[in-house]
């Protein structure tokens, strides 16, 4: 056997193509002989995983912990947390995509050992939240339990979020893994499908924009990924009104704005504005977060949960010192609209994000636009 692992180590990186490698590490599990996949991948990455890696490599190593993620059994599991937690690959970023592979191959049950064994405390904390969002009640599975309601890792970025999902989150476009890929849907896009509001002159009081650094940070985090690694922008602004704002004047305050994302519009590029549940507007943000853009794979389903609370969180004008259910609450308070127009601004590809949160006073409105492109 370790024959076979070295002449494959050795050969790689002349391979034309590495289906043959998939299919010897395929025969390996299906014979119930997990382990040597894991000695595979490690071994690969130690002769092949540092500097940049070649495609060979790359392709191989994401196949056998596909392999290893998404085939069921505890034995798999432990085989994947094997191989993810040697020193030559362990990295966040991959804790991160592994906890997303086994949250959606694996039975809570058989999920114990991330948890009772050996495995980074970062993939812990994402697998937690990774079933979260496909409604596990991570509190009640034995081993699991004990470690995400422990308090040594409170101080966690993750630890923010409850440990049940919201009625909000219960529609979230989670991927789904094989061992040849994956597939999700996108809840965002060109505005064919969306009905447009008819925009009647109406009074909009006075604005003044109160926009900071930091509010631009926070409400633009779930899209960030499109601007710093892939072709998108983000326009993130807030803004206090001199007196309320009647939800039905959304559209034409949004006019007046100066928004450089609605830029351009009129008879010809006419915007399109529609009341938008909150639930839809956190799912819109969650798969920007989670997904990511174009270019941009995203930050996998625990992080993109996080991402997509702090943006809705501050949309919807909670402090950053507020809890979990304090943002919700406030976010459930808020008129919510999607938006979106024909300008240059909009790439009208296939990520195009436009959201409004107006306060119950109705005293300020907070926006948030984004785009990206291949």
């Known amino acids: 056997m370790a ?22 590490a395929d025969g390996r599990v299906a014979q119930g002989d997990a382990g040597w996949v894991a000695d595979l991948g490690i071994a690969l990455a130690r002769a092949y995983g540092t500097g940049e890696p070649v495609w060979q490599y790359r392709s191989v190593f994401d196949h056998l912990l596909r392999l290893l993620a998404t085939t069921a059994g505890p034995g798999h599991v432990a085989q994947a947390l094997r191989l993810v937690s040697s020193a030559e690959v362990t990295s966040r970023r991959l804790d991160r995509y592994t906890a997303s592979l086994l949250a959606s191959g694996q039975a809570a049950e058989d999920l114990n050992v991330a948890f009772t064994g050996h495995a980074p405390e970062e993939l812990r904390a994402c697998l937690v939240h990774e079933l979260v969002l496909r409604g596990v009640a991570v509190g ?20 923010w979020l409850p440990l049940t999902r919201s009625g909000m989150e219960e529609e979230a476009d989670l991927p789904s893994y094989g061992i040849r890929g994956s597939s999700h849907s996108m809840p965002y896009g060109p505005s064919e499908d969306r009905p447009s509001a008819v925009i009647a002159d109406a009074h909009v009081p006075a604005a003044r924009e109160t926009t900071t650094p930091a509010v631009v940070s926070r409400i633009g985090a779930a899209p960030a990924n499109w601007a710093e690694r892939s072709n998108g922008r983000v326009e993130a602004r807030v803004f206090d009104l001199a007196e309320p704002l009647d939800a039905r004047t959304v559209p034409s305050a949004l006019l007046a704005l100066g928004l450089e994302c609605l830029r351009g ?14 639930a839809l507007a956190w799912r819109v943000l969650f798969a920007a977060a989670s ?9 996998y389903g625990a992080y993109g949960r996080l991402a997509a609370w702090r943006s809705l969180a501050a949309l919807a004008g909670s402090p950053e010192g507020a809890t979990a259910a304090e943002a919700e609450a406030q976010v459930l308070d808020c008129g919510w609209h999607a938006f979106d127009a024909g300008t240059q601004w909009f790439e009208q590809v296939a990520w195009d994000i ?3 949160a107006l306060s119950p006073g109705g005293r300020r409105l907070a926006v948030l636009a984004a785009t990206d492109t291949d």
């Open 140 to 159: 009640e599975v034995p081993g699991i339990a004990g470690w995400a309601t422990s308090p040594h890792w409170s101080h966690h970025p993750l630890g």
């Open 3 to 24: 024959d076979q692992i070295q002449e494959i180590v050795a050969g790689l990186a002349d391979l034309k193509e590495v289906h043959g490698v998939w299919a010897v």
């Open 291 to 299: 997904t990511g853009g174009a270019y941009s794979s995203g930050s």
């Open 265 to 278: 519009t009129g008879k010809k590029t006419p915007l399109s504005v529609t009341v938008c549940p909150p």
């Open 354 to 356: 436009g959201l409004a």
